[in-house]
């Protein structure tokens, strides 16, 4: 067997992607590093991490968004975390900018009472490559979501029923944080790993 | 189902280790805090808060140190607060691994610290810590700097200010509940989550398993934050869990 993938993480320059790394590392995965107006990269794999907000993240990606939208329709193992998954859309109403695209629609406000949407909620109609999820309780930290799309594979339900993880082709992405949800989040990042030797 | 509600072991740190005292005197060593942090995430802790008591500036670099080294292990959120003044502390406090930071003294002396946070790392990571005193019926006032000095800050309005102004959370202690081992104030913490739209954690009071239920449905806090119980081994957290669970709370109880 070959030696480990490597991912690059791409970071906007704030936050914490610490955990994150950690977490992939954890997975099984070589991670590096790099500014997101660095692009794709040569890894086996891209990250997009779940810290800052949108406009900013998409102004920031705004120079490689052609290139990261080539690269995964060649088959680059993508992930989204949180806002890195909201980036797959067309756009948000939280801030200018144009996402990847990959998802058809616009990021819009969670429709509740008290927002962030902040905590363990639960992991409803999970199913491939997610399914061992179903029923568990995930970390979520998140005002806004992705629009209904046919590429959702599991919802969470707070004030309103959203998709808490994408799966299609060779991208997934998860609105809550695998890196902090203990073991449960452990099945997002084996499900990304799986993907890597898939389309290695 | 829906959203559980959150236990939070709170660590107090100094110079980069566990400490523990009563009423901030006598500090005595009681652990490293990595191992204490990722025991209570095995135990089935919702988040774990760091509160950095350091007096000195050397003190507090220690502790970004140790907020990097239990990032590494810890895979439930970390809020890391004491010593926050500036929105670079803020960043230096996340970059270390830190998901939030929590902050009182210096959001109550430059309001604006709240939103400037909030901008630029989005107000989900901004936990602005309220210490609350009663001082008539109803009525409570705000406490900066550790709990030594009074403002003239009304705890209810401040709170609904800091919501307004971006905070993602507030944190709020009675101080007259503290350390007392009697149960969190129920009215006061009934106030605040009434009064605003952002989670608010309990915290303050709780000496057994029945507070923390009644912070939760009574006064249907989001979280409820604990430290003696915890560290004296009163309770463990996956006891505290199955308890509530038992009462119909609903929590998280895989780990």
Same mark, same amino acid.
């Given at each position: 067997?070959?030696?480990?993938?490597?991912?690059?993480?791409?970071?906007?320059?704030?936050?914490?992607?610490?955990?994150?790394?950690?977490?992939?590392?954890?997975?099984?995965?070589?991670?590096?590093?790099?500014?997101?107006?660095?692009?794709?990269?040569?890894?086996?794999?891209?990250?997009?991490?779940?810290?800052?907000?949108?406009?900013?993240?998409?102004?920031?990606?705004?120079?490689?968004?052609?290139?990261?939208?080539?690269?995964?329709?060649?088959?680059?193992?993508?992930?989204?975390?949180?806002?890195?998954?909201?980036?797959?859309?067309?756009?948000?109403?939280?801030?200018?900018?144009?996402?990847?695209?990959?998802?058809?629609?616009?990021?819009?406000?969670?429709?509740?009472?008290?927002?962030?949407?902040?905590?363990?909620?639960?992991?409803?109609?999970?199913?491939?490559?997610?399914?061992?999820?179903?029923?568990?309780?995930?970390?979520?930290?998140?005002?806004?979501?992705?629009?209904?799309?046919?590429?959702?594979?599991?919802?969470?339900?707070?004030?309103?029923?959203?998709?808490?993880?994408?799966?299609?082709?060779?991208?997934?992405?998860?609105?809550?944080?695998?890196?902090?949800?203990?073991?449960?989040?452990?099945?997002?990042?084996?499900?990304?790993?799986?993907?890597?030797?898939?389309?290695? | 189902?829906?959203?559980?509600?959150?236990?939070?072991?709170?660590?107090?740190?100094?110079?980069?280790?566990?400490?523990?005292?009563?009423?901030?005197?006598?500090?005595?060593?009681?652990?490293?805090?990595?191992?204490?942090?990722?025991?209570?995430?095995?135990?089935?802790?919702?988040?774990?808060?760091?509160?950095?008591?350091?007096?000195?500036?050397?003190?507090?670099?220690?502790?970004?140190?140790?907020?990097?080294?239990?990032?590494?292990?810890?895979?439930?959120?970390?809020?890391?607060?004491?010593?926050?003044?500036?929105?670079?502390?803020?960043?230096?406090?996340?970059?270390?691994?830190?998901?939030?930071?929590?902050?009182?003294?210096?959001?109550?002396?430059?309001?604006?610290?709240?939103? !400037?946070? =909030? $901008? /630029?790392?989005?107000?989900?990571?901004?936990?602005? @810590?309220? %210490? &609350?005193?009663?001082?008539? +019926? *109803?009525?409570?006032?705000?406490?900066?700097?550790?709990?030594?000095?009074?403002?003239?800050?009304?705890?209810?309005?401040?709170?609904? !200010?800091? =919501? $307004? /102004?971006?905070?993602?959370?507030?944190?709020?202690? @009675?101080? %007259? &509940?503290?350390?007392?081992? +009697? *149960?969190?104030?129920?009215?006061?913490?009934?106030?605040?989550?009434?009064?605003?739209?952002?989670?608010?954690?309990?915290?303050?009071?709780?000496?057994?398993?029945?507070?923390?239920?009644?912070?939760?449905?009574?006064?249907?806090?989001?979280?409820?934050?604990?430290?003696?119980?915890?560290?004296?081994?009163?309770?463990?957290?996956?006891?505290?869990?199955?308890?509530?669970?038992?009462?119909?709370?609903?929590?998280?109880?895989?780990?």
């Amino acid at each position: 067997m070959s030696e480990r993938p490597t991912v690059r993480l791409l970071d906007y320059g704030v936050g914490n992607i610490h955990s994150l790394t950690k977490a992939l590392q954890r997975a099984g995965l070589d991670v590096e590093l790099a500014p997101a107006t660095d692009g794709a990269g040569e890894a086996d794999g891209l990250v997009l991490p779940g810290v800052g907000a949108f406009g900013p993240a998409a102004q920031a990606l705004a120079p490689v968004r052609d290139e990261i939208r080539d690269a995964v329709a060649d088959g680059l193992p993508l992930l989204g975390v949180c806002l890195g998954m909201q980036l797959f859309a067309e756009g948000s109403v939280e801030g200018e900018g144009r996402g990847l695209g990959l998802v058809d629609g616009k990021v819009g406000p969670l429709d509740a009472d008290r927002l962030p949407h902040i905590g363990w909620n639960t992991i409803e109609h999970a199913r491939d490559p997610v399914e061992a999820l179903d029923d568990r309780h995930v970390y979520y930290v998140h005002s806004y979501a992705l629009p209904d799309n046919p590429h959702t594979v599991a919802e969470t339900t707070y004030g309103q029923t959203f998709p808490a993880i994408v799966a299609f082709d060779n991208v997934i992405g998860a609105q809550f944080h695998p890196e902090k949800s203990s073991q449960a989040g452990r099945v997002v990042l084996d499900a990304y790993a799986n993907l890597l030797e898939a389309y290695r | 189902m829906s959203l559980a509600k959150r236990i939070i072991p709170c660590l107090d740190v100094d110079d980069g280790r566990v400490v523990k005292g009563v009423n901030f005197q006598d500090l005595r060593d009681v652990g490293d805090p990595a191992d204490l942090a990722t025991r209570y995430m095995r135990e089935g802790a919702d988040e774990v808060v760091f509160l950095d008591v350091s007096a000195s500036k050397e003190d507090r670099s220690t502790t970004l140190d140790v907020v990097q080294t239990t990032a590494e292990q810890l895979f439930v959120p970390l809020t890391v607060g004491g010593g926050i003044r500036t929105v670079e502390d803020i960043h230096d406090t996340l970059r270390a691994g830190a998901d939030k930071v929590s902050m009182n003294t210096a959001a109550v002396q430059r309001p604006e610290l709240v939103t !400037e946070g =909030a $901008d /630029r790392f989005g107000r989900q990571c901004i936990v602005v @810590s309220v %210490d &609350a005193k009663r001082v008539g +019926d *109803g009525e409570w006032r705000c406490y900066t700097h550790g709990g030594s000095q009074a403002t003239d800050l009304d705890a209810i309005e401040w709170c609904q !200010e800091l =919501a $307004d /102004r971006g905070a993602g959370e507030i944190l709020l202690t @009675s101080m %007259d &509940a503290d350390g007392t081992l +009697d *149960g969190y104030d129920l009215k006061l913490t009934r106030r605040v989550v009434d009064a605003v739209d952002i989670p608010v954690i309990a915290s303050g009071g709780a000496g057994t398993l029945d507070h923390l239920e009644e912070a939760l449905v009574e006064a249907d806090a989001s979280a409820a934050l604990a430290a003696s119980i915890f560290h004296d081994g009163t309770y463990s957290v996956e006891e505290t869990k199955r308890f509530l669970a038992d009462q119909g709370v609903d929590v998280r109880q895989d780990t």
